[in-house]
């Protein structure tokens, strides 16, 4: 599959809080075409590195770019979820009005959302099943449906590039396959960035693989070498290849 | 009842108690779902600085208290966002400053601070009709400005942070909310005073939010409500001889606890 153009680039970007390294190194190319998934674990700095790329939090040191812009301009084409938040399940708002929420940075004062927000809402609830649910209190949702919907809120800003942040946290299993689908499907239009602790589930669907704690491993394909998946996870891990590629278990005591 | 309104400070009371509810309404709904009701407090009894201010300088003190709580505000957000000092310590500290000022200027002031009393604590029965204009115009700056940013301050309740990748300027919105919750303030202080004020931006905003789906649905029913408390505790005040403004606050807060009871019991 051709990978396309560059789209974000990190050049030996470093992340200190306080002075302790949370990002150490880090260079990454992302590309037009690209389902990469980011495993590491919690704590590594997955959901840093993706606030690093949107522009919510700055580098100490290194550049990045996004789409050729810096993060914080070049952001208005990447779609983000958030790792399921422990938003306020009794906000009073309407799942139509979290999808509309995503087309607030395209806003006029003083307008209402138009027909072009309206029918990229509708669409993109269409996309992620959830259109008949529009009019339902957002917290009234399952923990499944809810992730659906923030993925809807992401697609209304017309990505290029989706950032997910744990998607299958609080996503049951039947679900999980069914979200998976969903990014099939929409890999097609975007290029998808997944980050998650849970090697297993993630291996199956993406196209590249990289190791993220602290120090990212990575070397644009889907290999992992053991040794660094070791340094990542810090304990032994067996790489077992059967008819799916690269499921990877912990080593039992 | 109906020759209560023969008299003038009864209408100025109770179109106080309205103009002010239509702010309360507005305002409490952002105070209670953006969990912002620690540096509304702080905002509110810093106020009272203002009116020690609007003594000294022998000006209506109400006057006084717009720049002062609008100052206030600005600097409790930005003391708590831009430094290190952590946000509810850096409120706790302005907050006492505050009022410390207050007292400071009240005592610079000679001769003694008549109606002091009913700027801490309320004094509906003794609104002047200059101040029904200066609370009508300031209902209308809150309206205006939140038909203005209804939508940006929904995305700035809802998750702050995801508001700012969404390319809003999230903090420059939070001072303008915390701006907004110091003119509210100003609204309220006549109705049940600096120390009080709290209870009105809390109690008709968490009620309604139990019942509500929308923003601007709970809006409505919060300024109904606040309404109805401020209304209604006026009657009782009137009733029993009691002070209006801790009487209002009483009526509305037990209102709550009995509906938050039969919610549970069902």
């Known amino acids: ?253 | 009842m109906i020759e209560l309104f023969q008299y003038d400070f009864m209408r100025n009371a109770l179109l106080a108690a309205l103009l002010a509810s239509i702010a309360c309404g507005i305002i409490g709904v952002y105070v209670v779902v953006k969990r912002i009701v620690f540096i509304s407090g702080g905002i509110a009894h810093a106020a009272f600085g203002g009116i020690g201010v609007g003594y000294y300088l022998g000006i209506e003190p109400l006057l006084g208290v717009v720049p002062f709580s609008i100052a206030a505000a600005l600097s409790m957000g930005m003391v708590g966002r831009r430094t290190r000092i952590p946000e509810d310590t850096a409120i706790g500290i302005l907050w006492a400053m505050g009022m410390a000022l207050g007292v400071i200027f009240i005592g610079l002031t000679p001769g003694y601070a008549p109606d002091l009393f009913g700027y801490l604590f309320g004094s509906l029965l003794a609104v002047p009709t200059a101040d029904l204009f200066l609370m009508l115009s300031l209902d209308g700056a809150i309206i205006l400005i939140v038909l203005a940013y209804y939508h940006d301050f929904q995305a700035i309740s809802f998750d702050e942070e995801y508001a700012t990748a969404l390319g809003l300027p999230s903090e420059r919105l939070y001072l303008l909310l915390l701006c907004l919750i110091a003119l509210t303030v100003v609204l309220l202080i006549r109705v049940v005073g600096v120390i009080l004020v709290i209870a009105l931006l809390t109690i008709p905003a968490a009620l309604s939010k139990r019942f509500t789906r929308r923003l601007s649905g709970m809006m409505l029913m919060s300024s109904a409500l606040c309404a109805l408390f401020t209304t209604g505790g006026l009657w009782l005040s009137y009733a029993f001889d009691l002070p209006s403004g801790a009487t209002i606050v009483l009526f509305s807060g037990s209102v709550f606890l009995l509906t938050s009871l039969v919610h549970r019991a069902r």
């Open chain 1, 1 to 253: 599959m051709p990978q396309g153009d560059e789209i974000v680039t990190l050049e030996n970007v470093w992340l200190q809080f306080d002075g302790v390294p949370v990002l150490e190194d880090i260079n990454l190319i992302i590309y037009q075409h690209d389902f990469l998934g980011i495993i590491g674990p919690n704590g590594g700095g997955k959901t840093t590195l993706l606030k690093v790329i949107l522009g919510l939090l700055e580098p100490t040191w290194g550049t990045i770019l996004v789409f050729g812009l810096p993060p914080a301009r070049g952001r208005r084409y990447v779609g983000y979820v958030p790792q399921f938040s422990l938003f306020d399940r009794e906000f009073p708002i309407t799942v139509w009005e979290v999808v509309l929420m995503g087309r607030v940075g395209h806003m006029k004062r003083f307008t209402r959302y138009s027909d072009k927000d309206a029918r990229l809402a509708s669409d993109a609830l269409e996309t992620v099943e959830m259109l008949e649910f529009r009019d339902t209190q957002i917290g009234r949702l399952s923990g499944g449906q809810q992730q659906r919907v923030f993925i809807a809120r992401a697609l209304v800003t017309e990505p290029k590039l989706l950032l997910l942040d744990e998607p299958m946290a609080s996503v049951d299993a039947p679900m999980q396959t069914e979200l998976y689908e969903l990014f099939e499907r929409l890999r097609e239009r975007m290029a998808i960035v997944m980050v998650s602790h849970d090697i297993s589930a993630v291996s199956i669907y993406v196209d590249k693989m990289a190791c993220l704690n602290r120090k990212l491993f990575y070397h644009g394909t889907k290999e992992l070498v053991p040794e660094e998946l070791e340094a990542t996870y810090q304990c032994p891990i067996n790489l077992i290849a059967h008819g799916v590629p690269h499921r990877v278990l912990r080593e039992h005591d």
